[in-house]
Structure formats: C-alpha cells, structure tokens
Nanobody, 118 residues
Framework: QVQVVESGGGLVQAGGSLRLSCAVTGSIFNIATMGWYRQAPGKQRESVATSSNSGGISYADSVKGRFTISRDNDKNTLLLQMNSLKPEDTAVYYC????????????WGQGTQVTVSS
C-alpha cells in the first residue's frame, strides 16, 4: 500500500492559479495510476485528472486546457497545476493512488480545500 498526503490548497480569486502537490510514500513500485478528484458541497466526488504508469493522461471536460497533471518521479510527488480558476472549481481536492499487487487497492489522501472567490 501507499500513503498520500495533499498540500497546496487555499483561497484564490477567479482567474488565479494554484498548484496542488501530493506526496507519495510506501510501495510506490506497485502504483498503476494516480489522480486528482474533487468534491464540492452537496455533490458527488468526481475525477479531475488521472495519470497512468503507461503514460495515459485524462482530464474532466470542465478542466481541460486549464489544469495540468504531472509527476515528479524524483520526489515521488503528483502535481496539479490549476490555472484560470473559476468559482465552480471550489471543492475539496483529493489525491488517490491505485496499486496492484495481486489485488487492486486505492489509497486516498485527507483532501485539501480549494476556494475560488468571484
């Protein structure tokens, strides 16, 4: 299993930028995919961006062209650069890592709050 811890959330005005980081520890060699998810008040958790070990990257339509997911393998960190933020991006953002070691398992972080003011 792996452990993930998010950081970098905060309050920003519409049009601004934030960068989220996710520090990964543990059995990182078993990681198959990693991603960022978010949950706004009263809504279900949704996928924002994912990155697989095969190089595949996907984004939610609502963030395409504004958000960029990347990995810093030297630091075992997953990043999410968020530009041109909108009030509707306000949510708790979670990092997740899915591993396979005979069984699939997804580890979640505690979440970091992102608030975009209009």
């Amino acid at each position: 299993q792996v452990q993930v811890v998010e950081s970098g959330g905060g309050l920003v005005q519409a049009g601004g930028s934030l960068r989220l980081s996710c520090a990964v520890t543990g059995s990182i060699f078993n990681i198959a995919t990693m991603g960022w998810y978010r949950q706004a008040p009263g809504k279900q958790r949704e996928s924002v961006a994912t990155s697989s070990n095969s190089g595949g990257i996907s984004y939610a339509d609502s963030v395409k062209g504004r958000f960029t997911i990347s990995r810093d393998n030297d630091k075992n960190t997953l990043l999410l650069q968020m530009n041109s933020l909108k009030p509707e991006d306000t949510a708790v953002y979670y990092c997740a890592a899915t591993t396979y070691n005979g069984n699939w398992y997804t580890s979640w972080g505690q979440g970091t709050q992102v608030t975009v003011s209009s």
